[in-house]
């Protein structure tokens, strides 16, 4: 299997995405994962997923500027997603 660059927004369901996220870097694919319109929700669910993402070395970005989590402004998110393999949208 070739291993591919797959960027997935976290539009709706941030858990999931979380989970999703780390579950696709299993298989060696470099995963991006971008919040996008919200902060992340601070839940015990998230929590975990935020562990699993640790482990899985993702490091997750924010179309906020006010988020804790490192920001990533329109103009890259575009090119983040034109030279990805995949974008998923969760």
Do not use: W
Not at 6 to 13: N, S
């Amino acid at each position: 299997m070739d291993t591919k660059t797959l960027v997935l927004l976290a539009r709706h369901d941030q858990t999931e995405a979380m989970r999703v996220a780390a579950g696709l870097t299993i298989f060696g694919h470099t995963v991006r994962l971008v919040f996008m319109g919200r902060e992340v929700e601070d839940t015990l669910e998230n929590r975990a997923q935020a562990d699993l993402l640790e482990l899985a070395e993702i490091e997750p970005r924010s179309t906020l500027q006010t988020s804790e989590l490192p920001y990533v402004p329109p103009a890259e998110l575009c090119a983040m997603c034109l030279s990805a393999d995949a974008v998923l949208n969760l």
